[in-house]
């Protein structure tokens, strides 16, 4: 069965370096997303990405965040300047089509830790 | 805005008992529901989900879910645990507000052989 995939699986940084965060969504999906989960947090949606542009974003993700599909397999989650708070578990996720009741495959996630 | 709550942080149940687990929502339109279980070292999986129909659906793995709009409810059961189901279980709303998930804090469930 298809699976959503992430690298790397845990990403060691300093404060104030940037990230890329990868995903390799499920290849006929047509909606990606990020969500984070901070320890002992809810996990909290981030962005949607549709049609090679942003669809949706939370309030969480201000202009330390981007994303990006540079090819047509890859959907990265770039943080320019880490920050402490950035600490988190980072899911990946992709869904078939547009339609809200289209389940979100997740992927394995990639924890985030930033010293 | 859009919330979900769980009503337990962490249950912890024998095997063959009986399992209910409590969502409810906060949101006034049309919302779709979903359960997810993260077994550990695993990546989040779909249960069962609910969009129109029969409140009463059907998953995965023996569980079900009932939606009750009148309680902004979405408990999710299951007749007889097994060691295996012990996971965390995530309640998750999406409507016409858009398409991401609201997720609930989790459950984490421990059955003990």
């Known amino acids: 069965e298809p699976e959503v995939t992430q690298t790397p699986s845990h990403q060691v940084t300093q404060m104030g370096q940037e990230v890329i965060l990868r995903c390799v969504p499920i290849?006929?999906?047509?909606?990606f997303y990020w969500y984070r989960q901070i320890l002992g947090q809810k996990v909290e949606f981030l962005v949607s990405?549709?049609?090679?542009?942003?669809?949706?974003k939370s309030e969480i993700f201000d202009d330390q965040f981007s994303v990006e599909r540079p090819d047509g397999s890859n959907f990265t989650l770039k943080i320019r300047s880490t920050k402490l708070e950035d600490s988190a578990m980072y899911f990946c996720?992709?869904?078939?089509?547009?339609?809200?009741?289209?389940?979100?495959?997740f992927g394995p996630g990639t924890r985030l830790t930033v010293l | 805005a859009q919330s979900v709550s769980q009503h337990n942080h962490h249950v912890i149940l024998s095997e063959a008992a009986s399992l209910e687990l409590g969502c409810n929502y906060s949101y006034g339109g049309t919302v779709n529901l979903f359960w997810y279980v993260q077994y550990p070292g695993q990546h989040l999986q779909l249960l069962l989900k609910?969009?129109?129909?029969?409140?009463l659906v059907k998953g995965i793995k023996g569980f079900e879910a009932e939606f009750i709009k009148s309680k902004f409810s979405f408990n999710l059961r299951k007749p007889s645990v097994q060691w295996s189901d012990t996971a965390e279980y995530f309640c998750?709303?999406?409507?016409?507000?858009?398409?991401?998930?609201?997720f609930g804090p989790g459950t984490r469930l421990s059955v003990l052989p």
């Open positions: 996720a992709s869904s078939p089509g547009a339609h809200s009741t289209d389940t979100q495959y």
């Open positions: 998750a709303v999406n409507g016409n507000y858009g398409q991401n998930f609201v």
């Open positions: 609910y969009f129109s129909g029969d409140p």
């Open positions: 990405f549709y049609n090679n542009e942003i669809s949706e």
């Open positions: 290849s006929n999906h047509l909606y």
